[in-house]
Structures are given as C-alpha cells and as structure tokens.
C-alpha cells in the first residue's frame, strides 16, 4: 500500500467566496421586494448618518425608506433617522468588526419587512479600506468623503473611489476654508471611477441634497419592481 | 484589522477544499493579494497563526504573491505604477486611467497531504 502522497491542487477563488455567496442571496432577496439597497461607506466623521438623516428628509414623501446602521457600539444614529422619517431602522453592532459582512445584512433583513420599503440605505463602518472587499447584497456602493478630510482621499485609499458607484462630497461649505483642491480631487476619482457621478453636498446647508435625492429616486425607479415614486400613505 | 476576518473566511475555504479532496494535512496555502486590496502581509500571517492550530493548515506555510496597482497612459500608451501622490503619468504628466490590475484576492493553489 502506498503512502502519504503530496499534491498541488490548483483552485484559483477569492478568499471572499463565501460573504460573495451571502451577498448574492440578500440582493436576490432585496432586488425581489423592489428594495433599492444603498451601501453607504466613508471614514468616521465624513457625515454618514446626516446624509442618511438628510436624504430620509428630503425623500419622506416620495419614498419608504429603511435604514441598517452599522456600528462598532450604541443605538443612537438608528433614532436619529428614525426621527428623521425613516419607516424602520434595524443596529448592527459588528463587536469590534470593522466593516459589515453580508451575513450581518442578512440577519438584520429578517427584521424589517421589506414589503414596506422602497430604498434601504446601509450606513457601513467608518473605514475606507476594510468595507471594499465585503459585498453586502446592495444594488450601489456609495463612498462619501468630507471635504475638510482633504483632497488626497482618492489617492490614499483608492480601492473605495475605484469601487463606488456614486461619490458624495460632503461639506461643501467648509470647501474654501480647508485648502480643498477640487480639480486634484476630481481627476483623481477619475482616474480610478470615470463613470460614477459626484454630488457635492453640505448635510449641514442642505445644499445639494435635492439633486442627489432625486438621482436616488431615479435609481430606484429604473429597479422597476413594486409601485415606487408614488405618493407614500 | 480587516485581515481577521479575511483569513477566518479563507480557512473555512480551505477546510472546506482539504474535505473534498480527502486531505489529511494542508502544507501551503497560496495566495494572490494585490496591492489595491491594502492587506497588510504581517497582519494576514499573525492572524493565520492564531487561527490554524487544531486544523489541518496547523503549521502551513501562507505564501503570498503580490501584484501591483497600474495606470494607463493613453498619450504614451504604457502602463505606470502610480507614485502615491497621483495618477499622473511619470514621462507625460497627463492624468492615467487605473487598470484592473492589483485587485486580485485569490487561493491560487494548495499544497495538501492526501
């Protein structure tokens, strides 16, 4: 009888396969219920939850929307934008983990009824890297970027320019008082991003949160699926 | 710290493969890892140490093999490594467009007793 033999199997996957399989199963279920699912990514301090609790504003009688909040601890951003006019919020406490993973959503989906929803928006971890490789099941990945964080964010931490399907530049108001080269910032998301559209808003003005609200509902108008863009009951 | 939960997936992966190919023992694990996926080689292998022992990949080497972000120059038509300050081609200076290059993430292969 022969002995122990030594082989090289090729196998060639991502390491990921397993939160990419999940991650295909939530958007399944979400892209079924007519749930256009936004994952929101940026550092800590970029503005996440105001452009969250601003876009709720500014859709609360066009849309049903639903919020996930990650977070590393605590509960108040889900009752700020419930607040806010946001139909359900569900927290997500990753215990330490610094990114959302697919299982996470998934669990967290058993808890709203998404026959009720028309946009989910899903307020990752504050982190520019750790959040690229972890597919969710969203329809759109969204990196915003304050403007006092400085105009190098798509240089330093390209993956998340390069990824994003949408870019939010927060903190407009705050543009002329931080040194924000806006032409540098611009060429470089699109040297990584030439097809994603940039919205510059200010959470804190309102300014150009209209605009960015309505390509929203355009997005989730072109999801097709159940009535949305009615008028909410 | 993202590299945690990396290798945690990456070994379910790998316990996962051994099953199937009926392996007693894992003695290498490689990898692709590109410079886009920002993963820290230290911090993939102290991780890959403290989850191993009472497995199969107890005591595996991890093998990690690189590839590097590019640029693509249209004037020039080559590709650049970006220098980290930006996209701008080093001979032309005009802004490049970022390839798919350096994205990989990938078990390329496992070395396995059977």
Redesign the interface.
Known sequence: MSGPTVKIVNIVESLLINNDLAADRNQRRLAEAGVLTINVMAAPGAGKTSLIVRTVEALRDQARVGVIEGDIAGSVDTERVLAAGARDAVQINTGGNCHLEANMVDRALTELDLSQLDLLLLENVGNLVCPTHWALGEHLKLCLVGAAEGDDKPVKYPEMFAVSDVIVLNKIDLIDHVDFNREFFLESVRALNPGAPVFEVSCRTGAGIAKWAAWLLAQRAALGGAAATTEVA | ??EL??MA??L??VES?ADR?GA?KV?AIN?VVGE???FVDDSLLFYFEMLTPGTRAEGALLNLRRTL?R?HCPPCDTDFH?S????RCPRCDT????TDEG?E??????????
């Not at chain 2, 990938?106 to 396995?112: F, G, P």
């Open positions: 710290m993202h939960s990396v997936y990456m379910e992966r493969h190919l007693t003695i990898l886009r996926s920002s972000m640029c970006p980290g300050a930006d996209f802004v490049g467009q970022v994205t993430l990938l078990i390329e292969s496992l070395e396995v007793v059977t």
